[in-house]
């Protein structure tokens, strides 16, 4: 039932509103949940879960239980000629399937008392209020989460970018037993495969490419090894495809409406951090609707991006260049404790400083020496 009224209005119920319906719960505000679509949500997805994400998630009172997704210690890039593979310095990591991981937060949204408007089309927002099916509901805040092309963000006059950039994803799911404990990344000519393990007997397979007429099939062929480890496989799901943008907006808001997740900017799906950062954004707004100051959960927002957007730049400018690519991942696997730098570091388990002295002017020395 559409409420007269509610403090917080949150347009989209994928991961990123439901986080921010949760987390603004937690600090006691009335939430409304809006979306027009029926759960469960599904979006093609690495649906991989880095140990950054778990902590987050935890804060947020969502546990994902083990008969419910496969645990994964590190992470293993491969190309044609070599491989190397870190293990995470604390925790593990888990592939899960969008759609569990989704229940999850609708279920933890509707324990603490979120109002849920599925199959609700929001029409308009304006400061202090939004219109559903003819309806003005006032509030005190209004929430984007509607994702990549997010029509709040054009109603808020939010769209101004820094730089953006595209991509293409396609994802599909196999029956066979996981062959590795890391979640593996193949570098190929002009793409990536990662592969993430999300039950006992079931893999995801997620191709990452410039060229929007490339599918797994064709990919595949591209890495021997894995191509011979999926023959005769059974899919267990169809082929799903998505856009993945590169985006740094201005601004991520305007009076009372604000945005997160994909609406409010996102980085490369190469870097996996595209959930995780919803969830902190997520708790960093919270903070700020509670002492209503929108500017304290700009600033953090931009630090948040920091870290994902130099892994977006440094993973990218080795899809850019096989022979820059093939020189770095020789120079990893030489030295494996560089690689686990690395890792530690886009986990969030590594200080900046601490990265650059430990891995990258090391790293950059051997590239250079190669």
Known sequence: M???RT????????PAGLAAAIAA???GFDVTVADPAQPPIEKACGEGLMPDSLRVLKRLGVDIAMDQAFAFRGIRFVDESCSVAASFPAGSGIGVRRIRLHRLLIDRAIDLGVRMLWGAHVTGARDNSVSVAGQEIPCRWVIGADGQNSRVRCWAGLESARSESRRFGFRRHYRVAPWSDSMEIYWGP???VYITPVGPEEIC?????????????EALPCFPELHRRLAGAVLVSSERGAVTVS??????????????GDASGSVDAITGAGLCLSFQQALSLADALAAGDLRAYQSAHRRMFRRPVFMQHLMLSLDGSAGLRRRVLQALSSKPEIFANLVAMHVGDLSFPDFISGAMLPLGWRVLSA
């Open 7 to 14: 403090e917080v209005f949150v347009i989209g119920g994928g």
């Open 205 to 217: 397979v997620a191709l990452l490419t410039r060229d929007s007429h490339k599918r797994v099939d």
């Open 190 to 192: 002009d793409h990536q």
């Open 25 to 27: 719960r937690l600090k």
């Open 2 to 4: 559409i409420p007269r």
């Open 247 to 260: 985006r740094r907006l201005d601004q991520i808001f305007r009076g009372s409406i604000v945005l997160i």
